[in-house]
């Protein structure tokens, strides 16, 4: 997870660097970028989670069939890869005004060269502010589609996120000790388990809740104005 922190820094910065802005983008970056962070301080209890797990049995084979059984999914590659799915939410929308930039400057291009433009090009929702291209959404309504889109995607994975911390995740820390049945396990039989730190555990994932939770809220929020702004105000 660090090498991940440590790639994304050049990425980021050249993302709040591009030549190309929107309604929201800072705040949409700076929403990433304290996810992860939240990400990788959350995945620090969770780093010797094979140590953590503690039975009763005195056959290593055992202690690891019943921490099969128990974390029976991967939970720290979960938080990874839905972050991934968050990063891609965002680059939707860097795609797009990217490609909304592209297809301006072409069409200016072609219209300047058959000598019909006259000073600018009609429907163009884009302005030039302090020489970067802002997206104005109130021309194009298109376009406030895609970004409604792109959020809406985020708010999904957001739920699912809450959804794995509270069902696959919680509940196996909400009780001081598990009782593995390893009797289908030949040599093994039923053992006491428990897992060290769940205190930690427990904190990490009501950090990430709140976050996530935060995160939904504003996206929510952010709906609503883009579309009573953009949309109901033409």
Known sequence: MAAIVTGLIP???????????????????????????????????????????????????????????????????????????LVLSVLLMELFSSHLR?????????????????????????????????????KSKSSVVVYLLTVMVRIAVEVFFVYVLLVWVLPKLDKPSYVCDAQTFQGCSVQQCVVRGAAEKKMSVHGLLFISVLVIITSCLFCLYSIGHYLCNG
């Open 102 to 138: 592209y297809s301006f400057q072409k069409k200016k291009e072609r219209e300047t060269a058959s000598q019909s433009e006259q000073g600018s090009v009609g429907g163009d929702p884009t302005m030039t502010v302090g020489g970067r291209m802002v997206i104005d959404l109130h």
């Open 11 to 85: 990425i980021l910065r050249t993302a709040v660097d591009s030549t190309t802005s929107y309604k929201g983008r800072t705040m949409w970056f700076g929403l990433l970028c304290i996810r992860l962070v939240t990400v990788f301080l959350a995945q620090l209890p969770w780093r010797n989670l094979n140590n953590d797990f503690d039975c009763n049995g005195s056959l290593p084979f055992c202690n690891i069939a019943c921490f099969n059984v128990h974390f029976d999914s991967s939970i720290v590659m979960a938080w990874h890869f839905l972050f991934i799915l």
